[in-house]
């Protein structure tokens, strides 16, 4: 099995050499024309307005905190579906109630609203979030 | 692998009185080579099927003179087009990362290719874990979106970027959800074991082996998939009238060429792991063998990558929210439904 992941590395290495060596020579062939104008950030044509590192939507973390329950999730399914006709009905009924918890977790998020993506925020005097 | 290696390396074979090491390293090299070739082929043929499917659909012509009979050049003209365009790398990029986040797209694809079984006997590695490999590798192409969204020091990158990444980590989710049908029917995570348990013609397909529940599951699977590769309609990261090009904005040249062939290779990637789970990868669909395997596959890959030519032109974009709603809200439950309604069909009947 060893001597197969040998291979994913080799692909690895070949990805990497290949993508350089592309560029390198596109390098070698292509023109350069040094321009302040044109090595400024494309902004829609105007110059551009402060820089683009800037703070954004922290929903963005709670998309990506669900994801990684989620798909940690999915990777205890992947071992339990191969063997899971071997393992009985009682595997089954375990697997059925571990998934139950955790739908109860997407349930959850899903009536705080914070599976939408634009989040209604309720004034304190209107509600409770 | 290995066994085939050894007989390379018998007296009268093709590599006979070469050390074990070196042979197999020459034959990794070999299937790399190969892959890389169905790559640039892929990628070359993907360009002008897609230009002329939508010319088509739209009741015009595509591109009809390079190369004289339908305009067949036209990619590998396109091609050295960009080889001999300039680079620009804005002043105000993160160098390093800049640079690297083609590299880990590229890998990502490239390296996907390794557990897909092509023939009885074509593969390049048939990895004990294939299903779970091929999720893992395509979902680094998230990291290298990520990177170059935020190394380009553009808004628009910035926010193609983000929003990509939102949307593929979303549709992770229920992209797992519909594989695990697939791996309850054959028992086996393997690819090559995959396509083996369903032998014998199309009523053994993974696809009709859980009465409606793989069915759904095989629809929730294209539909997810085709988010995670940014097709339309799921193509929001580079939605042009909004973002200009989203995260590959700043990208131009062989950079910019490398986005797009990662893009191509990962349509044919997810179209090769939906045939492979569900519709028998080389395996005959009446259960004979006069066609060849490898020639088959191609077939069913093609007719899915075709679909998702066909859907670019038939539905509108999503909304970002409306993106978010189908992946939480629809594709999500009904992903955990059926992985227990399959579960309960293979156990009791």
Redesign the interface.
């Known amino acids: 099995m060893i001597f197969n992941y040998g291979n994913v590395l080799v692909f690895a290495i070949a990805a990497t050499l290949f993508v350089t060596v592309t560029m390198l020579v596109s390098r070698l062939l292509q023109p350069s024309v040094y321009d302040t104008e044109k090595l400024t950030s494309y902004e829609c044509g105007m110059r551009p307005v402060g820089s683009a590192w800037v703070q954004f939507s922290i929903r963005f973390y709670l998309v990506a905190l669900a994801f990684i329950i989620f798909d940690v999730e999915i990777l205890f399914l992947f071992p339990w579906s191969v063997v899971f006709t071997a393992a009985g009905l009682a595997a089954l009924v375990k697997m059925g109630i571990f998934i139950a918890i955790l739908l109860l977790g997407l349930a959850y998020a899903w009536q705080r609203s914070d599976l939408d993506w634009v989040k209604q925020v309720m004034s304190p005097e209107e509600g409770s979030f | ?2 066994e085939y290696i050894l007989t390379l390396t018998e007296p009268g074979q093709l590599l006979s009185g070469v050390s074990f090491g070196l042979a ?2 020459l034959v ?2 070999a ?2 080579a190969a ?2 070739g169905v790559i640039a082929l892929n990628g070359m043929f993907l360009v002008w099927w897609e230009r002329k499917v939508s010319a088509h659909m739209q009741a015009r012509l595509g591109p009809m003179t390079t190369g004289y009979w339908h305009g067949w050049l036209q990619s590998i003209a396109d091609g050295i087009k960009l ?11 993160d160098k390093p990362l800049f ?1 690297l986040a ?2 880990v797209i ?2 990502s694809a ?2 996907a ?2 557990p897909i079984p092509w023939g009885e006997h074509l593969i ?5 874990i294939g ?3 091929i999720t893992a590798i395509t979902s680094l192409s998230v990291i290298g979106v990520v990177m170059a969204g ?1 190394a ?7 926010y193609g970027g ?1 929003r990509s ?2 949307q593929i ?2 549709y ?2 229920p992209v ?2 519909a ?3 697939a ?2 029917a054959s ?3 393997s690819m090559q074991g995959i396509v083996e348990s369903q032998a014998g013609g199309f009523w053994h397909w993974n696809l009709f082996a859980g009465g409606p529940f793989t069915l759904i599951a095989f629809v929730v699977f294209f539909i997810a998939s085709l988010a995670e590769v940014n097709r339309a309609p799921f193509d929001l990261p580079e939605a042009e009238s909004e973002l ?1 090009s989203g995260f590959h ?2 990208y131009s ?3 910019f060429a ?1 986005f797009f062939l990662a893009e191509y290779s990962e349509m044919f990637v997810v179209s090769a792991i939906a045939s492979v789970l569900y519709l028998g990868g080389w395996q005959c669909p009446l259960g004979l063998s006069l066609i060849p395997g490898p020639l088959l596959f191609l077939a069913k890959i093609l007719f899915l990558v075709f679909i998702q030519l066909w859907f670019r032109w038939t539905f509108p974009r999503l909304r ?2 409306q ?3 189908l992946a ?2 629809v594709l ?2 009904i992903g ?1 439904v059926n ?2 309604g399959a ?2 069909w ?2 009791l009947i």
């Open positions: 692998m290995r197999s390293l990794m090299v299937s790399c892959v890389l080889l001999l365009k300039e680079t620009i790398v804005p002043l105000l990029v640079m083609p590299v590229f890998g490239f390296m290719f390794v390049v590695a048939d990895l004990n299903v779970l490999y935020w380009s020091n553009n808004k628009w990158s910035l983000m990444a939102a980590v979303s992770e989710i797992g959800l594989m695990v049908p791996l309850m028992g086996t995570l200009v904005t700043e040249g062989m950079c490398f970002v929210d993106l978010m709603h939480w809200k999500t439950p955990f992985v227990f579960a309960l293979l156990v």
